[in-house]
């Protein structure tokens, strides 16, 4: 009885936040399995430690639990990790001849900015996800990073530079 | 403010994580300084950028499907490992049918009978923690405020519950609610502690005189009874013995 109402409470709590959970996975992993593998990892992992929640902010627990099983699948396969073996490929849109009538300069458009958040380093990326698409206060995010709030405003200042900067430089690129 | 200070708050500027009067003084250096109004436009123009085009990875139902079959797994993994207490519980609670059955057959003179009363609301209260829990009634009062909890409670009871909120000493009062047990309306308080969430059932007690915390754990939940001025206290949780005894000595002081 009481290991049901455990299992309820932890369905209440975690299970609405699955979306976020998904979300940050794949942009930090780039990968579709390796993200949902992830995250069911990471419930199940939670559900092992809901003991630990102090009932505040489940999303942002529940996003710690991800974001530090992304981060050992990540340190794995380092190999495959970060920049370096950064897949083009998976960037399908063809950016070459914009055309503005067909829009396919705003399919170049939209690309390019996923690109660039792709081409981040994974601890800038997590906070522009965290920030832009999840809409968390950086007190939230914080406790989602395990970082102080000063390292979350500065990383944040940091990404959107990087991020502003890699835009200005494809359109550039394009235009040529 | 110099450029250099104001650049870097920007963008904590943009998401509203500044002070008011950070934020005065970041917006006031924007308008006299063309390339700090420059940076904060183009931030906004890369805000609004991402938020629009950064596509948002849902997550697919057959994920959430699967990810709901591992947990009931895992769930019920967990309670074949305590079956042996389930056999014990089980076999206790045949042997309290069997005590009861005794206790009718033979008259109420043999047994204390205000012992058996008490093991009897014991279940009752767990019942009760257990259905409040489930039903998803757990609250018909939401406050945290004692003052606002109290009163609600006047014209609904013949009696007056003490309502005491021991948030600081992390047991946070967040609530209050009509039960049935004992065969009367009671004072339902509800407490959380972690996530875990303590009921405390009060209603008169026919003793006159107070009595001392007394513990028990019936299926796994942990209830700890006194009475003073003229109430029963009944607490009930899922919460550790240990702490839900500190929460009894707390609100009975």
Known sequence: MADTIAFARFEQAVMPHLHAAYNLARWLLRDHHDAEDAVQDAYLRAFRFFDSFDGVDARAWLLAIVRNRCRSVLGQSSRRAEVTEFDEKMHTADDSAPDPESGALRNAEIVSLRTCIDYLPAEYREVVVLRELEQMSYKEISVAVAVPVGTVMSRLARARIRLKDCITARVRGVAR | ?253
């Open chain 2, 1 to 253: 403010m110099t450029c250099d200070a104001a650049r870097e708050l920007i963008s904590p500027l943009l998401d509203a994580e500044l002070d008011a009067a950070q934020a005065s003084e970041v917006e006031r250096h924007i308008q006299t300084c063309i390339a700090c109004a420059e940076l904060q436009f183009e931030y906004l123009q890369l805000r609004e950028r991402v938020r629009a085009d950064a596509p948002y990875y849902s997550a697919t139902e057959e994920l959430r499907a699967q990810i709901d079959r591992a947990l009931r797994q895992a769930a019920s993994a967990k309670e074949r490992r305590r079956a042996p207490w389930g056999w014990i519980a089980l076999a206790s609670a045949a042997g309290f049918a069997a005590a009861l059955v005794l206790a009718f057959l033979l008259g109420p003179k043999m047994f204390h009978s205000e012992q058996a009363g008490g093991d009897l609301i014991a279940q009752e209260v767990v019942s009760s923690h257990v259905r409040s829990l489930m039903a998803s009634h757990l609250i018909d009062v939401r406050s945290s405020d004692q003052h606002t909890v109290k009163p609600w409670f006047a014209g609904k009871l013949d009696f007056s519950p003490k309502v005491k909120d021991l948030g600081p000493q992390g047991y946070a009062l967040t609530g209050g609610r009509l039960d049935y047990l004992d065969g009367r309306p009671v004072a339902g308080l509800v407490f959380q502690r972690r996530q875990h969430v303590i009921n405390l059932f009060v209603w008169p007690s026919t003793a006159q005189s107070g009595s001392r915390l007394s513990t028990f754990a019936i299926t796994g939940f942990n209830i700890v009874h006194w009475s003073e001025a003229g109430l029963m206290y009944w607490a009930v949780s899922d919460l550790n013995a240990a702490e839900l005894r500190e929460f009894a000595q707390l609100y009975s002081e």
